[in-house]
């Protein structure tokens, strides 16, 4: 995936989706399903994550928690 910088994907289902070494800063994901999503290496600075759906099989980049679900 390509630089995606700001991008709006709020209520967008990514489940499955490949996305590593994606540019997501400032992206807002608001209400989006990342069920066993692949993020590693992922850039998440500044995103938006209200209401996001993931679980144990998203693959988060290292080091990276999840900010809590509201």
Do not use: H
Not at 13 to 25: E, N, V
Not at 43 to 58: E, I, M, P, Y
Request: contains cysteine; proline residues 7%.
């Amino acid at each position: 995936m390509g630089q995606s910088n700001g991008a709006d994907l709020t209520v967008t289902d990514l489940t499955g989706a490949i996305l590593t070494d994606a540019d997501l800063s400032c992206a807002v994901l608001g209400g989006t399903t990342l069920t066993g999503a692949d993020l590693t290496g992922v850039t998440l600075d500044g995103a938006t994550f209200v209401g996001v759906v993931w679980d144990a099989s998203t693959r988060r980049p290292n080091g990276y928690e999840p900010p809590p679900q509201p």
